[in-house]
């Protein structure tokens, strides 16, 4: 078994962030120090907006009245399918209670976090589609208070669709700030919102580091870094294809690595002639992301067998792995690394990305080996609770006087051996540490 490189990147998407974290530390610290003033400060230097920052009623009605009807349907169509999805996920989260021992009873019960923030990107690319995945699942999620944030364009404000996307979706506060400052105004609970308990949403390098940063005082989605996206392609599947979606991946950024594993020599040749003339073909700006991310990033593997080719996508752990080969179900059965997996030419990562229903706020840099992406399930919390009967509790007391002794913890073994006084007068049991051994 032998896996060949046909194309090495000659960058990986992980660089020095230590001047990105100390930019981002200054900015929350001063804002936290200065409240609103210090916010509105930091927006007017990088957002250069000076409108509400709060959107009312009256603002979310004129920008929903200036989308085009179309575009409320497509709106609509994919916050039906993010919302069935996210429904049928809710449903897993259930509550439960077991006797463990006679007498001795624990649950399990899902709670939604209060207060959900959810940041919606808006500078390069408006992405209507965050709104629908984060909003809407926080929402299904049953959270009391969800903050949609997205930074408002100069003198214009946040892109209308956002707005009335968030909206439909159900965002009680919309927040027209950006970056930094917008993630750190739904953590400190400035201009009157609720803090934050849980941070979720894509965002530029700063956005990220604000939420890394934050992690611990907030909950938060995931460490993000650049997307990712690996294509699995065996002899059936059709080049003009792997190339398109090769290239709409590459698009996202300079530094979005795009791979291709197969196990067919021919293939991966014209895969690789096709995809500077896709990129070529694109605007200008979409066109120098995706080839900055070609030239740099991306990588053209070529392995012996689907068992190698599996197995090498496992150990990419991509955000985005999509299979066009033979044999879809060996395929899904065998691979265990990946945040959404897109099985066959039928669908793409678009889809997921924009309408289809999974969320697409999902692991980046390998994260996918020990993590899935957003669901209603970040937005819980699992809790457990016991009671018991005094016979119920009567071995559990004795085994804990015994087991925190031998560990030293005097004041836990006394709460055991207080009740068994209590319950059991009369009765002699050997809670020393050396029962134990």
């Known amino acids: ?37 210090a916010a509105m400060e930091y927006a007017a230097k990088f957002d250069k907006y000076d409108g509400a920052i709060i959107l009312s009623a009256a603002d979310i009605e004129a920008a929903s009245a200036k989308v085009p009807e179309k575009l409320k349907n497509d709106i609509g169509f994919a916050h039906a399918n993010v919302k069935r999805f996210a429904e049928a996920q809710r449903e897993t989260c259930q509550n439960i209670e077991v006797e463990v021992i006679p007498g001795l009873i624990a649950g399990q019960k899902s709670i939604p976090v209060n207060t959900a923030g959810c940041y919606i990107p808006g500078g390069r690319y408006s992405h209507i589609a965050s709104a629908i995945m984060t909003v809407t699942t926080a ?12 930074p408002p364009r100069p003198g214009i404000g946040i892109n209308p669709a956002i707005i009335h996307a968030a909206h439909v979706c159900g965002a009680d506060k919309i927040v027209a700030m950006g970056g930094v400052q ?56 059709d080049p003009e294809v792997v190339a398109a979606d090769l290239v709409g991946q590459a698009e996202h950024g300079y530094n979005s690595p795009v791979w291709l594993v197969t196990d067919t020599r021919s293939l991966a040749e014209e895969v690789m002639a096709l995809v500077p003339k896709l990129i070529d073909d694109l605007p200008e700006v979409n066109s120098q992301n995706a080839a900055a991310a070609w030239r740099d990033y991306a990588e053209v593997i070529l392995c012996d067998t689907r068992e190698e080719m599996a197995a090498t996508s496992d150990a990419y752990a991509p955000e985005h792995l999509t299979v066009q080969a033979e044999d879809l179900d060996w395929w899904l059965d065998r691979l265990s690394c990946y945040g959404s997996l ?30 899935g992406g957003l669901s209603v399930h970040k937005f819980m919390k699992i809790v457990t609770w016991q009671r018991a009967t005094r016979e119920g509790s009567k071995p559990v007391a004795e085994a804990t006087a015994r087991i925190s002794r031998l560990e030293g913890m005097e004041g836990h073994a006394r709460t055991a051996d207080i009740r068994l006084r209590k319950y059991f007068p009369g009765e002699n049991f050997d809670l020393s540490a050396e029962a134990a051994e």
């Not at 999620?141 to 997205?150: F, K, L, P, Q, T």
Request: charge should be negative.
């Open 139 to 150: 929402k299904v999620a049953g959270c009391e208070n969800i903050i949609a944030c997205s």
């Open 1 to 37: 078994m032998t896996v060949e490189y046909l194309k090495k990147a000659d960058r990986t998407s992980t660089s020095d962030a230590s001047e990105t974290t100390r930019i981002v530390q200054e900015i929350l610290d001063a804002i936290e120090a200065g409240g609103d003033a």
């Open 342 to 371: 897109f099985l066959g030419e039928e669908t793409t990562v678009a889809f997921g990305d924009k309408a289809s229903g999974t969320n697409h706020v999902l692991p980046t840099s390998g994260a996918a080996s020990y993590t």
């Open 182 to 237: 917008g993630v750190a105004a739904m953590t400190f609970g400035l201009f009157g919102l609720p803090k934050a308990n849980i941070l979720v949403g894509p965002g530029n390098q700063f956005v990220a580091e604000a939420k890394r940063i934050l992690f611990g005082r907030v909950g938060i989605d995931m460490f993000a870094g650049p997307t990712d996206s690996l294509i699995l392609a065996d002899k059936t599947a």
